[in-house]
Each structure stands twice: as C-alpha cells, then as structure tokens.
C-alpha cells in the first residue's frame, strides 16, 4: 500500500522557518522524482519545488529560489523541504508527491500559514 505522509507544517511569524518531512512507504522511494506542491485557498496548486531520484538534482519555483530546499534521504524513505525566509504568501497547503513514469502518487498535506 502507497503511503506518502507529510508533517512539519504549522504556524509561523514573517521571516521564520520550517522543515516539511514526507515520509514515503510502499513503493521504491530511491527511483521516483519527488515534489513538493502547494495551494493557497482561491488558487491553482502549484509546483514548489522537484528532486530527481539517483542523482537527485534539484529544481524550485522562482517564487521560492534561495529560500527553500528540497533533500531527500533513501536509507529513510523520506524528503524534506527546508524552508526559510517565510513570507505571508508562503501560507498554503503543502503536498508531496512521487512520480515515475505513468504513476503518482499523492500525500494528504500539511498547513503552512505565515502570519504575524
């Protein structure tokens, strides 16, 4: 059974930081192209930020450049999204997901709101 369960998320004031964690479960983590996703209430989900799996090179949103970075540890299953700087537009729901090929999978979410 794929699981992918995201925690971390919370409150926070401007400027502060938080780690996202997805710990992933019932597939070959190692292989698969984790995301991390977010959606702000009103609007489209969007792409924060990607790692590849091997080499695990990474991609963010320009929106998030400098601030936020995705890892991924295999021996845990799990990818992280280190996130500092945090500004109010930040606050969304955050998702992770695996991808490989035709298959994806998808993680609750986890609550990020920044406000003073």
């Known amino acids: 059974q794929v699981q992918l369960v995201e925690s971390g998320g919370g409150s926070v004031q401007p400027g502060g930081s938080l780690r996202l964690s997805c710990a992933a479960s019932g597939f070959i983590f190692r292989i698969y192209t984790m995301s991390w996703y977010r959606q702000a209430p009103g609007k489209e989900r969007e792409l924060v930020a990607t790692i590849l799996g091997g080499p695990g090179s990474t991609d963010y949103a320009d929106s998030v450049k400098g601030r936020f970075t995705i890892s991924r540890d295999n021996a845990k299953n799990t990818v992280y999204l280190q996130m500092k700087s945090l500004k109010p537009e930040d606050t969304a729901v955050y998702y992770c997901?695996?991808?490989?090929?035709?298959?994806?999978?998808w993680g609750q979410g986890t609550q990020v709101t920044v406000s003073s």
């Open positions: 997901s695996a991808l490989r090929r035709s298959l994806d999978y």
